[in-house]
């Protein structure tokens, strides 16, 4: 098995989100990042990271897994435009080794950024935020969800268990509950998640620019939430193969990586 390694990066956000705007990325941040490691470090070494912005100031670290050795890493550098270099902080890359076994039982606590959605295997009906922003305008609407649409996995169980709209009893249906289960899905098999002592601390509706089915530019809305918890390994080598493969979608814009540190006992 390749050794892992955890990458840090000084990012000075004034320059970044400079050639970002230049570059014509300004919409979307995470896809910036994507495309500017790639090119100074070649394609998904560096890959899933996370930006984490100073509370104050213009700074920000990036964090990244890379199954690649610095030497590579420096190498590749060597070819990079000097705009990505002043951006990205690259004369300050910093490498360490991840653990090579992760003992099964071993508790972790961890920082976690995610885009929880599922791929509709059939057509849904049922309303979206967009679908009722249509409306409001008198515009079209485009009907039921297509199957293969990226949707909002608290959506998904909002109109198949509540088609008429949430009753005021639903209990404990909410949306943090709703992904957990989803985040406990995508841990199962190399962890266990500690529902207890796991939080979501930030939500919010966030607009991507990817490429549609037909290779064309489009911008779509989906869920950007933040959970911070408590993990307990249960394969060593499934865990450490997500860590490197990162949590669910978008890994390669900013989403999916477990940052860890020491759990509770």
Known sequence: MSTLHLASLPVDLREFRRLAAFRGFEADEGRALHHFLSEAFGKSLLQPFRLMPAPKGHGATLYAYTKATEETLRDN??????????????????????????????RLAFDLRVRPVRRLLKP??????????????????????KKGSEVDAFLIARLRQFPDGVPEDAGSFSREEV????????????????????????????RVQRNDSHGKEAM????????????????????QTLLASGVGRHTAYGFGMLLLRPGGS
Not at 78 to 105: F, K, S, Y
Not at 129 to 142: H, M, V
């Open 124 to 145: 849904l009906e049922g309303w979206s935020r967009e679908e009722n922003r249509r409306q409001l305008k008198g515009e079209a609407l485009r009907g039921p969800m």
């Open 77 to 106: 550098l060597e070819l990079a435009a000097p705009e990505l270099l002043n951006a990205l902080g690259t004369p300050h890359l910093a490498l360490r080794e991840m653990p090579a076994i992760w003992r099964e039982g071993r």
């Open 179 to 206: 992904y957990l289960d989803w985040l406990a899905e995508r841990l199962e098999g190399a962890c266990v998640l500690d529902r207890q002592a796991t939080r979501m601390t930030r939500f919010a509706r966030d």
């Open 220 to 239: 779509s809305e989906g869920p950007d939430a933040i959970f911070h918890g408590e993990l307990t390994v249960t394969n060593g080598e499934a865990f």
